[in-house]
């Protein structure tokens, strides 16, 4: 496979599950990003990782707990979430933190019953 | 706060007609100035992108305007074309401070290219 790619495509959980979502890319690339799309709002940047270590945090909630074993795998773990967490999340990668072009995977839709 | 606002929240075009969405911003220190494209399951795309010094970009149907003074920029899609219909976002990079690198994108614009 090529590009960025992310599993589940969907999925659905209740409030009190454990889930993880997975993101993998394809391109070499040092820069992974974790990325919140809600309708009718702007992509929220979530967590940012070069080089395997984070380098951001945008005040997201503790149910949300990223990891980045390596350079190519990005995952996102979630528990015990609220329904306003349902949205896309998108996985992201660059050549670098701050290349001008980043890569999107095709998201996986979450939603929380 | 809304650094990045983009109008119109949908626009609907004939075929062969102009497509024309806006943005602003309020952070002069945004230093690359991207948009991005989003069909249906898909993630976003870069499509097109302008620094601020320059005041117009084209590539192909496609064209950036510019205008530092007034913190404005905007997609123009000539003869557009129902593929193009997608979610289009307009985004700002910061360029220094703790956000260095970090994309800041508007809400998006729906557009739908009738036939």
């Known amino acids: 496979e090529t590009g960025v790619t992310q599993t589940p495509r969907h999925l659905v959980m209740g409030m009190t599950n454990k889930k993880s979502l997975k993101c993998e890319q394809h391109?070499?690339?040092?820069?992974m990003y974790w990325y919140k799309q809600s309708a009718k709002k702007p992509l929220e940047l979530m967590f940012v990782y070069n080089f395997k270590e984070q380098t951001e945090n945008n005040s997201v909630p503790s149910r949300f707990s990223p990891e980045c074993p390596n350079s190519s795998h990005l995952f996102l773990h979630l528990h015990t979430l609220q329904p306003e967490d349902s949205a896309l999340y998108l996985c992201?990668?660059?050549?670098?933190?701050?290349?001008?072009?980043?890569?999107f995977g095709p998201g996986t839709r979450l939603t929380v019953t | 706060q809304q650094q990045v606002k983009q109008s119109p929240q949908s626009l609907i075009v004939q075929k062969g007609g102009i497509s024309i969405i806006n943005c602003a911003y309020e952070?002069?220190?945004?230093?690359?100035f991207p948009w991005y494209q989003q069909f249906p399951g898909k993630g976003p795309a870069l499509l097109i992108a302008?620094?601020?010094?320059?005041s117009e970009k084209k590539e192909g149907r496609f064209t950036i305007s510019f205008n530092k003074s007034a913190k404005q920029f905007s997609l123009h899609i000539m003869d557009s074309q129902p593929g193009d219909s997608a979610t289009y976002f307009c985004a700002a990079r910061a360029g220094y401070g703790g956000s260095q690198g970090n994309l800041i994108f508007g809400k998006g614009t729906k557009l739908s290219v009738k036939p």
């Open positions: 952070n002069t220190a945004f230093d690359y």
């Open positions: 302008i620094r601020p010094d320059v």
């Open positions: 992201a990668s660059s050549q670098d933190r701050g290349s001008l072009e980043q890569y």
């Open positions: 391109l070499g690339h040092n820069a």
